[in-house]
């Protein structure tokens, strides 16, 4: 893999590297996207390894916690109403604080109505967690690290990925977020040009 201008540090974990140009430098920990049997994504959070797809969305959680990763799982546009929505519905009011965490999405558009699963993990101390999701256009570049959260202490400089999943799986509350959502004439295109991908495909 050509890495161009930047120099790659390995560290103490598989998971992690740090990249640097000059006085920019940047860590990276390593994550998967795991399609669920009832097409749900399960986000897998310093899991290095190729996971399978296709297991229910309950097994996909605790094979990611077993493997020694962070389960996130990422709101997406219709992905959370209707009989998917109750799925997702009843994992929140059965799961216990720290198996996983639910993800907002920069790419949500600022003029919709905040999902209500939110405020139901919420008020189960399961946080949400913010993060960009460019889609695959030419459009999107700039929008990757463009919202996400603040985390209050810094990681272990050596095992970033270990010290990133361990302060998630003991998060209770939502962190501060950054960054703006998207536009509705931006959002709209970018799911008519995501429709349009699919029926190609």
């Known amino acids: 893999l050509d890495s161009g201008p930047w120099a790659v540090d390995h560290l103490d ?4 590297v740090v990249v640097s140009a000059g006085d920019r430098r940047m860590t990276v920990v390593a994550g998967r996207q795991i399609v669920t049997a009832e ?44 009989a998917r929505g109750a799925i997702v519905r ?12 639910v ?15 939110f405020d139901t993990a919420e008020a189960r101390n399961i946080p949400v967690i913010p993060g960009s999701d460019p889609l695959p256009f030419p459009d999107q570049e700039e929008r990757a690290g463009t919202y996400g959260f603040v985390m209050p ?12 999943k361990e302060w998630l ?18 959002f709209l295109r970018a799911q008519v040009g995501m429709q349009m991908r699919r029926f190609r495909s």
Do not use: M, Y
């Open 103 to 117: 993800g907002d999405n920069g790419g949500r558009p600022a003029a919709g109505v905040r999902p209500r699963l």
């Open 169 to 186: 799986r003991g998060l209770r509350t939502s962190p501060l977020a950054f960054g703006q959502l998207e536009s509705l004439p931006r």
């Open 39 to 82: 097409r749900l994504e399960v986000l897998a959070i310093g899991l290095d390894d190729l996971p399978e797809d296709g297991a229910a969305l309950g097994a996909t959680i605790d094979r990611v916690n077993d493997d020694g990763a962070f389960p996130v799982v990422p709101w997406g546009f219709g992905k959370w109403s209707g």
């Open 13 to 16: 974990e598989a998971e992690s």
């Open 90 to 101: 009843e994992l929140i009011r059965t799961s216990r604080p720290g198996r996983f965490c």
């Open 153 to 164: 202490q810094a990681l272990d400089p050596r095992r970033p990925a270990h010290a990133l």
